[in-house]
């Protein structure tokens, strides 16, 4: 993205000539197979700070795979995983977290009848005092959550409400604070929309805007091409396993994107069969042609 010149010494760009731009997190060719079962194959991933990277993709096309590799949560077992230019193999998510990636999932790990800053703590309490009479220093931690949300602006009445009954948006919110405040580089969200309304997913995006203002690289899954386009700097759709398309911004329109999540390419195939049935509309469905120069993820400028 933009260059940062910092300061009057150009020794940062003369001394990492590729770091500036190196990706956090790369996979080349990467590939998993659950015994005979391939759920991912040849799928490269790049991951730069500052940018948030969209994976797409229908029921079952590998988006949950393809974050519990990067995640630690499974290893893969075809091609290359690079964390900040090194390859790496993590036996757990606690050796991921130990790099800076940190992970939302969806069904969130909270603890729904506990406060809202216990939550935001939980598993990395803050203590005082010396062993053996370390306790939990309750105080701070409360302070601590309330700066943290005020600073990414997410204002909450009571921090000792039950996270239960914050709605889903603001959970995944307090989540995102809580994984930018723990240090994390890069931030993966799993359909941190998928079950929100409108203005909730509005609220998710904008948070998810700021950790990228913030210099994290997020890997953003969802279904919704609108929602990705609204935040996303690079686009991935995954289909059967592999990228269907893997373009940039300025390389697909969001209506392109729409036609690929649509199932674009089957619908279209399928167009005459569905004209066929009665009470299905199929006037507005993209011509197989339509599609292909989406497609071919080749940078062409516009066809
Ligand atoms: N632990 C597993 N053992 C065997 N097969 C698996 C396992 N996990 C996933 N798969 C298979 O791998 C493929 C990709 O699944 P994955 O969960 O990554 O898809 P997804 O894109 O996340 O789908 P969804 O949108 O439904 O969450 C599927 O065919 C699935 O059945
Ligand atoms: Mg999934």
Same mark, same amino acid.
């Given at each position: 993205? $933009?260059?940062?010149?910092?300061? $009057?010494?150009? &020794? #940062?760009?003369?001394? $990492?000539?590729?770091?500036?731009?190196?990706?956090?997190?790369?996979?080349?060719?990467?590939? @998993?197979?659950?015994?005979?079962?391939?759920?991912?194959?040849?799928?490269?991933? /790049?991951?730069?700070?500052?940018k948030?990277t969209?994976?797409?993709?229908?029921?079952? &096309?590998? @988006?949950? /795979?393809?974050?519990?590799?990067?995640?630690?949560?499974?290893?893969?077992?075809?091609?290359?995983?690079?964390?900040?230019?090194? =390859?790496?193999?993590?036996?757990? =998510?606690?050796? !991921?977290?130990?790099?800076?990636?940190? $992970?939302?999932?969806?069904? +969130? #790990?909270?603890?729904?009848?506990?406060?809202?800053?216990?939550?935001? %703590?939980?598993?990395?309490?803050? /203590?005082?005092?010396?062993?053996?009479?370390?306790? +939990?220093?309750?105080?701070?931690?409360?302070?601590?959550?309330?700066?943290?949300?005020?600073?990414?602006?997410?204002?909450?009445?009571?921090?000792?409400?039950?996270?239960?009954?914050?709605?889903?948006?603001?959970?995944?919110?307090?989540?995102?604070?809580?994984?930018?405040?723990?240090?994390?580089?890069?931030?993966?969200?799993?359909?941190?929309?998928? !079950? +929100?309304?409108?203005?909730?997913?509005?609220?998710?995006? @904008?948070?998810? &805007?700021? #950790?990228?203002?913030?210099?994290? *690289?997020?890997? %953003?899954?969802?279904?919704?091409?609108?929602?990705?386009?609204?935040?996303g700097d690079h686009f991935?759709?995954?289909?059967?396993? /592999?990228?269907?398309?893997s373009a940039d911004r300025s390389e697909v329109?969001?209506?392109?994107?729409?036609?690929?999540?649509?199932? *674009?390419?089957?619908?279209? #195939?399928?167009?005459?069969?569905?004209?066929?049935?009665?009470?299905?509309?199929?006037?507005?469905?993209?011509?197989?042609?339509?599609?292909?120069?989406?497609?071919?993820a080749?940078p062409?400028?516009?066809?």
């Open positions: 993205m $933009t260059d940062k010149t910092t300061g $009057t010494d150009g &020794a #940062a760009r003369t001394d $990492t000539p590729a770091g500036e731009d190196r990706p956090l997190v790369e996979l080349r060719s990467a590939g @998993k197979s659950y015994g005979n079962i391939r759920a991912l194959h040849g799928v490269d991933l /790049t991951v730069h700070p500052g948030v969209c994976v797409l993709g229908d029921n079952g &096309a590998g @988006k949950s /795979t393809l974050i519990k590799i990067v995640s630690g949560l499974h290893q893969h077992t075809e091609g290359e995983f690079l964390v900040d230019g090194a =390859p790496v193999r993590f036996s757990t =998510p606690r050796e !991921a977290l130990d790099k800076g990636i940190a $992970t939302v999932y969806q069904d +969130l #790990a909270v603890v729904p009848l506990m406060p809202v800053w216990r939550n935001f %703590f939980l598993g990395s309490e803050m /203590t005082k005092g010396p062993w053996p009479l370390r306790r +939990l220093d309750i105080e701070r931690m409360k302070k601590t959550a309330d700066e943290e949300l005020r600073n990414m602006g997410i204002v909450l009445d009571d921090l000792e409400q039950p996270i239960g009954t914050l709605s889903g948006g603001q959970r995944q919110c307090v989540a995102i604070a809580r994984a930018v405040y723990f240090g994390a580089r890069v931030l993966i969200l799993d359909e941190p929309t998928a !079950a +929100l309304g409108v203005k909730q997913s509005g609220v998710v995006l @904008k948070y998810i &805007a700021l #950790a990228r203002d913030r210099g994290l *690289g997020v890997i %953003f899954i969802t279904h919704n091409p609108h929602h990705a386009y609204m935040v991935n759709v995954l289909r059967l396993g /592999t990228l269907e398309l329109s969001l209506e392109e994107l729409t036609n690929h999540m649509a199932g *674009g390419a089957e619908l279209a #195939a399928l167009k005459h069969e569905l004209a066929q049935v009665r009470g299905v509309d199929t006037e507005g469905l993209p011509e197989a042609g339509d599609l292909r120069a989406a497609t071919a080749t062409e400028g516009k066809s």
